[in-house]
């Protein structure tokens, strides 16, 4: 299973990050999983010219270009820091 995440997740307190939440929550339950860090990082104005193509791949696996995003061996895309942790 692959984890999509922004490429912010490792600064910053982590327990308050979206993308290190469900990146602890698959640690802690024992997953093991490939990351992949997109640009494209919402509140970084000077990413905004590039954000839609940045994040193309994920918009087309789950609809929308918000991260974070698991999916599953099964393709199965599951959206959401609380749903990934769940």
């Not at 299973?1 to 910053?12: D, E, I, N, S, V």
């Not at 327990?15 to 602890?24: D, E």
């Not at 010219?49 to 789950?62: H, I, K, T, W």
Request: aromatic share 8%.
């Amino acid at each position: 299973m692959t984890l999509y995440t922004c490429a912010q997740r490792k600064r910053g307190p982590a327990a308050a990050h979206p993308c290190a939440r469900a990146a602890k929550a698959l640690d802690a339950a024992g997953y093991d999983y490939d990351i992949r860090a997109v640009r494209g990082y919402r509140m970084g104005f000077w990413t905004w010219g590039n954000r839609d193509e940045d994040r193309a791949e994920v918009r087309r696996l789950s609809g929308t270009n918000e991260v974070p995003i698991l999916v599953l061996d099964d393709g199965e895309v599951i959206s959401g820091s609380g749903s990934i942790a769940r």
